[in-house]
């Protein structure tokens, strides 16, 4: 069966750097989706983006966030300059254009020190 | 925007007894209600959902209800497992666009063998 798939896994980074997660949604599916998860908190939207545009973003996808297709198959989460703050884990989701359910990939844990 | 209520936020059951999870949202256009298993370390997968057109669904164990009036709905769990033992994220969508899930708090459910 598909999966979303995400890289990497963990990423360590130092405050002020730049870092991009990377997913490859499910190949048939349209509408893709970055969420994140603090420590032991409830999954939050991110951004969503379907048709090459950005469809909505949260108050959290800031100026300092920007998200990409740069290609037929990956899906991209740029932070440009990242902060303590933004330490968590950060899911990719897809879902096939005419169906409800969203599927998550494994997950990056991002870890800005 | 749509805001959902999880409760409890720990639940212990004894092995084979039932576990009920409710969860109330407030946007009444709302009409996609998935419930997502989370172990730990683990991506969200979805384990059920529910349209706003039915009442009730069940899928072998877990059943879920949807009461549109209050706006409430629930994860039924019957002879748990221990590896049932996990957080359950419950979630609230207009699928109208590219919507976003908006989750609840999440509820860790202890199964004790």
């Known amino acids: 069966e598909p999966e979303v798939t995400q890289t990497p896994s963990h990423q360590v980074t130092q405050m002020g750097q730049e870092v991009i997660l990377r997913c490859v949604p499910i190949?048939?599916?349209?509408?893709f989706y970055w969420y994140r998860q603090i420590l032991g908190q409830k999954v939050e939207f991110l951004v969503s983006?379907?048709?090459?545009?950005?469809?909505?973003k949260s108050e959290i996808f800031d100026d300092q966030f920007s998200v990409e297709r740069p290609d037929g198959s990956n899906f991209t989460l740029k932070i440009r300059s990242t902060k303590l703050e933004d330490s968590a884990m950060y899911f990719c989701?897809?879902?096939?254009?005419?169906?409800?359910?969203?599927?998550f990939g494994p997950g990056t844990r991002l870890t800005v020190t | 925007g749509e805001n959902v209520e999880q409760h409890p936020s720990t639940l212990s059951v004894q092995e084979g007894d039932s576990a009920v999870i409710k969860c109330t949202y407030s946007?009444?256009?709302?009409?996609?209600f998935p419930w997502y298993k989370q172990e730990l370390g683990k991506r969200p997968q979805l384990i059920i959902d529910?349209?706003?057109?039915?009442g009730e669904k069940k899928d072998q164990r877990i059943a879920v209800t949807l009461n549109k009036t209050a706006k409430h709905f629930s994860l039924h769990i019957t002879e748990t497992q221990p590896e049932d033992s996990a957080v359950y994220f419950c979630?609230?969508?207009?699928?109208?666009?590219?919507?976003?899930?908006?989750f609840g708090k999440g509820t860790r459910l202890s199964v004790i063998a």
């Open positions: 946007d009444s256009a709302s009409n996609y």
């Open positions: 190949s048939n599916h349209l509408y």
């Open positions: 983006f379907y048709n090459n545009e950005i469809s909505e």
């Open positions: 529910i349209r706003s057109n039915v």
């Open positions: 989701a897809s879902r096939r254009g005419g169906q409800y359910e969203q599927y």
């Open positions: 979630a609230a969508s207009r699928v109208s666009g590219n919507t976003p899930l908006v």
